[in-house]
């Protein structure tokens, strides 16, 4: 199923249970293993079981926990807010959930999640700051594995931080009025100067840096920002770690045709959305309204992502989008991406530079604004340079008459790689004189990179081709 269409069978929520009961049914190692995990609250544990082990005996001596010497009745749950019911007995737990139902408490059954209300999440424990990972009962090593991994990435001081940005939100409230721009303000809050000086333990210096923080904030005012991000060639982990944290700020996400929607669905849930797509002959938006909406978000005071499939620099109009930008005296950053030639090349293990064989990699397009095939491959192929040509399948005809009426050689290899990066990908190998049947494939209907070159001789693809002749219906 497409990350997209996936639907939660739970919903994540954090329960309040300061001062509150939290009861644990239970005297062995699973009911032991819930008051040490529940001994991170700040609830008022109780423990019943007419016996206990010693491990379970340890653990209540070492939270303070209150034993019952016996099973609950309905009495003992009226006011608590959670209960877990952990006997390792299937009568005796399902007796406990009964008991709670009926006082309308919700139950954990351990290791039974079909008797279970809720889940418990591995929880990593960064207070105030807590992080909970669930896989809705199914597969708790792999939740597991994730807190521990979570655990590596978030710095013990990361709950300082968050006692400091507690401290501060009536101030930042008052100061900066919109919400827009208070999100804007604890986005760069937690990335600047005083967020480093609380992870490197400075706590005490760190006031001064706080209030220049928001003084800056309530003086920017609705000042918005725009990001030409590259969202590479499809694949969702060849973002780059800014590009992702920009789509998880954005206020407005303006995307292109080949900019798939798991992609666009990394940014903020709530962002405004705008498809600007372009594919031969059908436009959603002129690069003219393109720009006139980049301009018009950002005066607005929103931080706009305008996501480009690869990378924006590479015939991905940019350059238009900059000077607009420019223009309209709205600020502006560019973010890489991987380009789609990379990426194919990468996948097919096809080294476009090599010593001896190819010094330069030439990125070209088939058309240029008047549609006409370029003249300039001609020399760069002959003097030995690996090109690579983008949207280059309705031409391919051209290209390969072009390049062998100036000398190179019919047999020179080509590669097609047809969806770069993405789970539906194809790649063949063949010879030039072989590309004018390209355009007549009907089962190639993706984007297409054609790499020209020798160094295909040397790739996996010029190990064990597929070769173009072979793609005949």
């Keep these: 199923m497409a990350t997209a269409h996936r639907r939660l069978s739970t919903f994540p929520a954090f329960h309040k249970v300061e001062g509150r009961r939290v009861v644990i049914v239970g005297g062995g190692g699973e009911a032991a293993a819930k008051l040490r995990l529940l001994s991170e609250t700040s609830a008022a544990l109780v423990l019943f079981a007419p016996e206990l082990d010693d491990e379970a005996a340890a653990d209540i001596a070492a939270t303070g926990a209150r034993h019952e010497p016996r099973w609950p009745e309905a009495a003992d749950l009226g006011d608590a807010a959670l209960v877990f019911a952990a006997t390792g007995d299937l009568a005796q737990d399902s007796a406990v959930r009964d008991l709670a139902k009926a006082a309308g408490i919700p139950v954990n059954v351990v290791d039974r999640p079909d008797l279970c209300d809720f889940y418990v999440p591995a929880l990593v424990n960064r207070a105030p700051l807590t992080v909970a990972i669930s896989t809705e009962g199914a597969a708790p090593v792999l939740a597991r594995h994730v807190r521990a991994r979570i655990e590596q990435m978030l710095a013990p001081a990361i709950g300082d931080l968050a006692h400091l940005a507690e401290s501060l939100r009536e101030r930042v409230a008052a100061r900066i009025r919109t919400s827009d721009a208070r999100r804007r303000f604890w986005a760069h809050f937690f990335t600047g100067p005083a967020a480093a000086k609380v992870l490197a333990g400075q706590i005490e210096d760190v006031a001064a840096e706080a209030d220049a923080a928001i003084d800056a904030g309530a003086a920017k005012g609705h000042a918005g920002h725009v990001s030409l991000v590259g969202a590479g060639p499809g694949a969702e982990d060849l973002l780059t770690l800014r590009a992702v944290r920009l789509l998880q700020e954005a206020d407005v996400i303006v995307y292109d045709k080949l900019v798939p ?14 498809y600007v797509g372009k594919a031969k002959g059908m436009h959603a938006a002129s690069q003219g309204e393109i720009n006139a909406i980049l301009v018009r978000e950002a005066r607005d005071g929103r931080r706009v992502v305008r996501l480009k499939s690869g990378d924006p620099l590479i015939f991905g109009r940019a350059g238009e989008e900059m000077a607009a930008l420019r223009a309209a005296g709205v600020p502006f950053d560019i973010v890489p991406g991987v380009t ?134």
């Design 261 to 274: 929607e798991a992609v666009v669905a990394m940014g903020r849930r709530d962002a405004l959305r705008i």
């Design 340 to 473: 789609a030639a990379i990426a194919a090349a990468a996948e097919n293990e096809i080294p476009l530079t090599l010593r001896d064989v190819a010094s330069t990699f030439v990125l070209a397009t088939g058309h240029d604004m008047r549609g006409d095939t370029l003249p300039e491959w001609a020399g760069l192929a002959l003097a030995g340079s690996t090109i690579a040509v983008y949207m280059g399948r309705s031409v391919a005809s051209k290209v390969a008459a072009r390049l062998i009426e100036n000398g190179l050689a019919a047999s020179t290899p080509v590669a097609v790689i047809e969806n770069a990066s993405r789970s539906d990908r194809k790649a063949y190998a063949g010879r030039l004189d072989e590309l004018a049947s390209l355009a007549d494939r009907p089962e190639i209907d993706g984007p297409v990179v054609i790499i020209v070159g020798r160094v295909i001789a040397e790739s996996a693809l010029g190990v064990s081709p597929l070769p173009l002749a072979a793609m005949a219906a």
